[in-house]
């Protein structure tokens, strides 16, 4: 399919935040995706780059993402209803990629408005591939908004893959999570039993997705490419502080919490359970720098792209990948590790057993290493370097700016 001269025409009239001479500028950089694969090529970009849609890139781990596929010759279509997210983040990502404002398009729009979303890929050139990061995440306010969490995790999906199979939109890689193993043996392999044992509503809806994914790969005869990647705990943000993690409200996870300790937002961490078969008694995670899980959705595209060289663009495949760096860090060793980094001294406070909760949570990422390429290689010193650095430049989050 080629890239006709009304879609570029379409996308500069529905580009937000861009100039009408934005297009004509772009650098043009000769990737020249599949194009030695022979046979009928697809293009994906008049620029000449993939195109990539980013279903909820205003968020946390999208923003960082987005920083890596723009470095990686990549152009980004975001889609945000900045529900859980802010603005604010893209224009920072901007900043930090320093790119042309037509290598990110935005658009706002609720997921779950199918003619929203339509406008979206009826008004975008071809996407190579989409990576759906956009769903509701807070563990406790799913148990207590069920019907909140299946409807807007589930719809946005349903959208999103119906638009794809109408627009011919070939991949999409899925941001799942740790949660669809329930309380597994670790070290954690993809082959672990998944489904089982998920305590809460957020992380059902992610073993749901997964399982409608599968579905849909057959129903598609295999002709898509689907990559499922599993994090685990995300924490620390780019090196520059300009992007990192703003919950809204009291933070849910333990690292945005501490690092509010720290800056003086919260008086004290509370230590959920010191009665846990673990060394220190402390839950054990596996705790992965945010910037090595942006590479792993870069490496996950690069995965795709060869196996359509491969095939000659005749057959996708469908994948899961843990992303996590295979170590299991206690609370207490995070919050040492954070009183390093921010040379505070953090009160922390024993509290009971959280609900839910597990003991010990790590990955076996040899999988990822194997097949995509990809390990974890930041440790856990710079996770809360960067950490900090964020929090102490941005107190209060994108609301600082
Ligand atoms: N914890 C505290 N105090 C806090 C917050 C957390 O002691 O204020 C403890 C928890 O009890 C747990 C550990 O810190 O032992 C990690 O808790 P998080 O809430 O940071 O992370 P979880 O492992 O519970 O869950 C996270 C995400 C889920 C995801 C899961 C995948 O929130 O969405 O990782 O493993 F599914």
Redesign the pocket.
């Known amino acids: 399919m080629s890239c006709p001269f009304t879609n570029a025409v379409n996308s500069l009239l529905f580009f937000v935040g861009g100039t009408l001479g934005a297009l004509s500028t772009a650098k043009i950089i000769n990737r020249k995706l599949l194009s030695n694969s022979g046979g009928n090529v697809t293009e994906f970009s008049c620029t000449g780059n993939p195109q990539v849609l980013v279903a909820g890139g205003a968020g946390y781990i999208a923003s960082h993402t987005i920083v890596c596929l723009i470095a990686e010759g990549y152009d980004v279509t975001i889609v945000d209803n900045y529900v859980n997210s802010n603005a604010e983040s893209i224009n920072r990502v901007r900043q930090i990629t320093g790119c042309e404002r037509s290598r990110i398009r935005v658009y706002e729009c609720d997921m779950c408005d199918p003619k929203a979303l339509e406008n979206v890929f009826r008004t975008s050139q071809q996407f190579f591939a989409v990576i759906q990061f956009a769903g509701l995440?807070a563990?406790g306010e799913s148990v207590a908004k069920p019907l909140l969490y299946y409807e807007n995790n589930l719809i946005s999906t349903f959208n999103l893959l119906r638009m794809m199979e109408k627009y011919n939109a070939p991949n999409i890689v899925f941001s799942s999570?740790?949660?669809v193993y329930g309380d597994a043996v670790v070290p954690i392999t993809e082959s672990s039993p998944t489904g089982n044992g998920i305590t809460n509503p957020?992380?059902r809806t992610?073993y749901m997705i997964e399982e409608i994914l599968k579905d849909w790969y057959k129903a598609q005869n295999a002709s898509k490419s689907i990559v499922t990647l599993r994090?685990?705990?995300p924490v620390g943000s780019h090196p520059s502080g300009k992007i990192g993690e703003d919950p809204s409200g009291i933070?849910?996870?333990?690292?945005p919490?501490?690092s509010q300790v720290a800056v003086g937002r919260r008086p004290h961490?509370?230590?959920?359970?010191n009665d846990?078969p673990t060394p220190d008694g402390?839950?054990?995670?596996?705790y992965i720098h945010v910037m090595d899980l942006a590479e792993g959705h870069v490496a996950a595209l690069k995965f795709i792209e060869k196996q359509w060289i491969q095939t000659k663009q005749e057959s996708g495949q469908y994948s899961v990948f843990n992303l996590g760096t295979g170590s299991g860090v206690s609370?207490l060793e995070?919050i040492k590790a954070m009183e390093a980094a921010s040379g505070k001294t953090l009160k922390t406070v024993m509290?009971p057993?959280?609900e839910g909760?597990?003991a010990t949570?790590y990955a076996d990422p040899s999988k990822a290493k194997n097949e995509l390429g990809w390990t974890a290689s930041r440790n856990l010193q710079q996770m809360c370097t960067d950490l900090w650095k964020w929090q102490s430049d941005n107190p209060q989050g994108y609301t600082s700016a």
Do not use: W
Request: some cysteine.
């Open positions: 995440k563990v999570s740790a949660t957020y992380g992610k994090y685990f705990n933070p849910n996870n333990l690292m919490f501490v961490v509370n230590v959920f359970g846990y402390t839950g054990v995670r596996d609370v995070m509290a057993r959280r909760d597990i949570c």
